[in-house]
Nanobody, 114 residues
Framework: QVQLVESGGGLVQPGGSLRRSCVAS????????MSWGRQAPGGQREWVAG??????DYADSVKGRFTVSRDNAKNTLYLQMNRLKVEDTGVYYC?????????WGQGTQVTVSS
């Protein structure tokens, strides 16, 4: 079955940076559109960014600050988060597919606070 194992969450001050990683197994990684999603406290899950090998896509709220990338040789998806804001706080998930469909990883907490 599909497994998505994430790492790299934590606490950071506003304006800081974090890098998330996700190692995928149980799927033909190189052929999949891979994404990151998140869920803010009390909010619903939302799609954040995605990569299909040929292009990257971003939600308006993170465009210009977040960068999604992948290493197909390592079945790994990355999310570099720069200029973090308090409103970026939430549980971040690695997932397959676009939008909020697909398989979601276990998620890890990202807290942006001074």
């Amino acid at each position: 079955q599909v497994q998505l194992v994430e790492s790299g969450g934590g606490l950071v001050q506003p304006g800081g940076s974090l890098r998330r990683s996700c190692v995928a197994s149980g799927l033909p990684f190189t052929t999949y559109y891979m994404s990151w999603g998140r869920q803010a406290p009390g909010g619903q899950r939302e799609w954040v960014a995605g990569d299909n090998n040929y292009r990257t896509d971003y939600a308006d709220s993170v465009k210009g600050r977040f960068t999604v990338s992948r290493d197909n040789a390592k079945n790994t998806l990355y999310l570099q988060m720069n200029r973090l804001k308090v409103e970026d706080t939430g549980v971040y998930y690695c997932k397959t597919g676009t939008g909020i469909s697909g398989n979601w990883g276990q998620g890890t907490q990202v807290t942006v606070s001074s």
